[in-house]
């Protein structure tokens, strides 16, 4: 009997440990059971206060991307998991009139792990007609050091190693040029320290060239990342993830631009 006790103990223990673990993870990063309570806490943050709200946005009277039908891969960056839900591609559809596609899990990584990695999603998106496909350089793949692997010489799906960064972006490009047929973007987040996300974005560049597909490349670019500390306050919740008004003042703006010059 008492040795039952100690287990019926050690298994509370553990189911508590993991509960708290869940918690602590929904709280800090917004995904799991606990998710909301991320919410809570960013939803205090000056940056995602009521004047940067979706509803706010109006219009733009004239845009290249009115119309357009746009689908965003990614996973708590293109989804918002520090500003309400509400990210950069909320705001594009809303400004420039053009439907968006938001399919986004946070914590997932581009390295095909389980069913709701970035190619197992991409193959769940059923628009038939797609005018431009922009995809997340995940931060989530430098954090948990998926392997880099290497560009192939193939251009087809099937002979890439999808347990690779590499071979995981490869894959997801071809599989969205073959499906819809459409300009193919990555975008990445801009300057933070890691150096595995750094590697990330040099591996990326040598697929640019390999497939000619267009990058929104946050990353390098050094005039967009001086800014000041009052303005990054504001603009980021952590290091990795935007408030609203980062996501609204800061990314759009940008990405805007590059989107448009590259498929001018």
């Given at each position: 009997?008492?040795?039952?006790?100690?287990?019926?103990?050690?298994?509370?223990?553990?189911?508590?440990?993991?509960?708290?673990?869940?918690?602590?993870?929904?709280?800090?990063?917004?995904?799991?059971?606990?998710?909301?309570?991320?919410?809570?806490?960013?939803?205090?943050?000056?940056?995602?206060?009521r004047e940067y709200d979706l509803?706010?946005?109006?219009?733009?009277?004239?845009?290249?991307?009115?119309?357009?039908?746009?689908?965003?891969?990614?996973?708590?960056?293109?989804?918002?998991?520090?500003?309400?839900?509400?990210?950069?591609?909320?705001?594009?559809?809303?400004?420039?009139?053009?439907?968006?596609?938001?399919?986004?899990?946070?914590?997932?990584?581009?390295?095909?792990?389980?069913?709701?990695?970035?190619?197992?999603?991409?193959?769940?998106?059923?628009?038939?007609?797609?005018?431009?496909?922009?995809?997340?350089?995940?931060?989530?793949?430098?954090?948990?050091?998926?392997?880099?692997?290497?560009?192939?010489?193939?251009?087809?799906?099937?002979?890439?190693?999808a347990h690779t960064?590499?071979?995981?972006?490869?894959?997801?490009?071809?599989?969205?040029?073959?499906?819809?047929?459409?300009?193919?973007?990555?975008?990445?987040?801009?300057?933070?320290?890691?150096?595995?996300?750094?590697?990330?974005?040099?591996?990326?560049?040598?697929?640019?060239?390999?497939?000619?597909?267009?990058?929104?490349?946050?990353?390098?670019?050094?005039?967009?990342?001086?800014?000041?500390?009052?303005?990054?306050?504001?603009?980021?919740?952590?290091?990795?993830?935007?408030?609203?008004?980062?996501?609204?003042?800061?990314?759009?703006?940008?990405?805007?631009?590059?989107?448009?010059?590259?498929?001018?």
């Open positions: 009997m008492k040795g039952k006790k100690i287990i019926i103990v050690l298994g509370g223990l553990a189911a508590a440990a993991t509960a708290g673990w869940y918690a602590y993870c929904g709280y800090t990063w917004s995904w799991g059971p606990f998710a909301k309570l991320h919410n809570i806490k960013t939803a205090r943050h000056p940056g995602n206060s509803k706010k946005v109006e219009e733009k009277t004239e845009s290249p991307l009115k119309g357009k039908n746009i689908v965003f891969l990614g996973s708590s960056v293109t989804y918002g998991a520090s500003s309400q839900g509400v990210s950069f591609v909320d705001y594009m559809g809303k400004q420039n009139g053009c439907k968006v596609i938001k399919e986004a899990v946070s914590g997932t990584t581009l390295v095909e792990d389980g069913k709701d990695s970035y190619i197992s999603r991409i193959k769940d998106i059923g628009e038939n007609q797609v005018d431009l496909f922009i995809c997340q350089l995940s931060t989530n793949d430098a954090t948990q050091k998926k392997p880099l692997g290497a560009v192939s010489a193939s251009a087809k799906a099937g002979d890439f190693d960064v590499a071979g995981a972006m490869e894959y997801i490009i071809a599989y969205a040029k073959e499906r819809w047929n459409c300009p193919v973007m990555f975008y990445t987040n801009p300057e933070y320290d890691s150096k595995e996300y750094g590697e990330m974005v040099a591996l990326l560049q040598e697929i640019q060239r390999k497939w000619g597909i267009g990058v929104i490349d946050m990353w390098n670019d050094k005039a967009f990342n001086q800014i000041s500390d009052e303005e990054r306050s504001l603009y980021m919740a952590d290091s990795i993830h935007p408030t609203k008004a980062g996501y609204l003042e800061w990314w759009l703006p940008y990405m805007e631009e590059v989107i448009n010059g590259y498929c001018e």
